[in-house]
């Protein structure tokens, strides 16, 4: 159980150019889904919280409009990062929060993103 | 600022030995810690979790043990298995804050045959 799926796992794009991720929980309904992203040899830093049904709540210092974040039901959400440039390159997670469980997240399998 | 520390980056083992991992962290308010393992171009795996009204929690091979005088919480593997070779993350959250997760630095653990 607990099952997170992130689509696509590995993804190129031209610079300026758009980008979707989805991220499913397949088991279980998330009303709060996390995405992070990952550098090389970094940790994960949290970029946004998105609620089920409502905006977004971003972290301090990531741009609302480059990353938009939709959570459209309780099994999915998308981050599509907008005219994205060779530094939004990077290793982008998302997990999910059991609603049965407020403290544990299960993450999915993350997705690369090279912007050439 | 780093809230969640590991000042490890990197832990050498021996198959069968015990592998301990820490990580520090300066937040007052974190009231449930986590630790996850992580495998390159993957997404982190859970492992345990212990509430801040406890000190230890134990499970199969793994146990985690908190000082919250210290802020400090540890990880022990044993005995390691040369499986158990990935980065493993500490992480944090505080009841009130949205249960999100502030994670640690990550701590590369090699259990050699």
């Known amino acids: 159980g607990a099952v997170v799926s992130q689509h696509p796992s590995w993804v190129i794009c031209k610079s300026g150019t758009s980008v979707k991720i989805e991220c499913r929980s397949l088991?279980?309904?998330?009303?709060?889904m996390f995405w992070y992203r990952q550098f090389p040899k970094q940790s994960l830093m949290l970029m946004a919280t998105s609620n089920e049904g409502s905006k977004a709540t971003y972290e301090q210092g990531v741009e609302k409009d480059k990353f938009l974040i939709n959570h459209a039901s309780l099994t999915l959400s998308t981050l599509t990062v907008t005219s994205a440039h060779p530094e939004d390159s990077s290793f982008y997670i998302c997990s999910a929060r059991d609603f049965g469980n407020p403290y544990e997240q299960y993450f999915g399998p993350g997705t690369r993103l090279t912007v050439t | 600022d780093q809230q969640v520390k590991q000042n490890s980056p990197s832990l050498s083992v021996q198959e069968g030995r015990i592998s301990i991992l820490n990580c520090d962290y300066t937040n007052s308010m974190f009231d449930y810690f986590l630790w996850y393992k992580k495998y390159p171009a993957e997404g982190p795996t859970f492992l345990i979790s212990i509430s801040s009204i406890k000190d230890k929690n134990e499970d199969g091979r793994f146990t985690v043990f908190l000082n919250k005088s210290a802020k400090h919480l540890s990880l022990h593997i044993v005995p390691s298995q040369p499986g158990d070779s990935a980065v493993y993350f500490c992480a944090a959250s505080a009841t009130g804050g949205g249960n999100k997760l502030t994670f640690g630095t990550g701590t590369q653990l090699k259990v050699e045959l």
């Open positions: 088991d279980f309904q998330a009303t709060t």
